[in-house]
Antibody
Framework: QVRLVESGGGVVQPGGSLRLSCEGS????????MHWVRQAPGKGLEWVAF????????YYADSVKGRFTISRDNSKNMLYLQMNSLRPEDTAFFYC?????????????WGQGTLVTVSS | QSVLTQPPSASGTPGQRVTISCSGS????????VYWYQQLPGTAPKVLIY???QRPSGVPDRFSGSKSGTSASLAISGLRSDDETDYYC???????????FGGGTKLTVL
């Protein structure tokens, strides 16, 4: 079955950087677009970024544009999120998610999440 | 302020039918599919409804989704105590070029 496992979360100081990883298994990773979605503690879901199955198209939320970079390595079944210039308001659980078998943009299957805390 | 508008809370008694609304615009709900997610405390969201009204295998038929114009709804019939949790709607927005979510609805089973 589909499995998505995020890693790389932790505590970082404001202005710092962190790279999140997401390993996919149980499906043909290179066939699916992938999302990063975050959720601040006690708050709602906020979409962060999306990358096409082949990496040719990428979309970002305005709140992270210019600071975060989504990428993927299909040879390793890996999705990444490079986060620079981190701010306290970036503190959140970060989830990776794959789209459905139909190719619709919304997230269908989700990982368990990794917590990023931006604090001095 | 979320692009999609959901009521922050909803409630019902066991066995009752409740609906949760999700209001958007021409650039999202009206022109793209709506998904609904259920998020239990301390866990990742799980897709409940995809493509407006389709249920993944394993999701009980007590859950149903519909869409009309710029709005969508999630209906839960035969309400159970373990339905008490958070629900989110989502759709792609062509103008923003991104996935947009509702603010979430906390369902309470009285």
């Amino acid at each position: 079955q589909v499995r998505l496992v995020e890693s790389g979360g932790g505590v970082v100081q404001p202005g710092g950087s962190l790279r999140l990883s997401c390993e996919g298994s149980g499906f043909t990773f290179s066939n699916y677009g992938m999302h990063w979605v975050r959720q601040a503690p006690g708050k709602g879901l906020e979409w962060v970024a999306f990358i096409w199955y082949d990496g040719r198209k990428i979309y970002y939320a305005d709140s992270v544009k210019g600071r975060f970079t989504i990428s993927r390595d299909n040879s390793k079944n890996m999705l990444y999120l490079q986060m620079n210039s981190l701010r306290p308001e970036d503190t959140a659980f970060f989830y990776c998610a794959k789209i459905s078998d139909y190719g619709d943009y919304p997230a269908h299957d989700w990982g368990q999440g990794t917590l990023v805390t931006v604090s001095s | 302020q979320s692009v999609l508008t959901q009521p922050p809370s909803a409630s019902g008694t066991p066995g009752q039918r409740v609906t949760i609304s999700c209001s958007g615009s021409n650039s999202n709900i009206a022109s793209n599919y709506v998904y609904w997610y259920q998020q239990l405390p301390g866990t990742a969201p799980k897709v409940l409804i995809y493509r407006n009204s389709q249920r993944p295998s394993g999701v009980p038929d007590r859950f149903s989704g519909s869409k009309s114009g710029t709005s969508a709804s999630l209906a839960i019939s035969g309400l159970r105590s373990d339905d008490e949790t958070d629900y989110y709607c989502a759709s792609w927005d062509d103008s923003l070029g991104g996935l947009v979510f509702g603010g979430g609805t906390k369902l309470t089973v009285l």
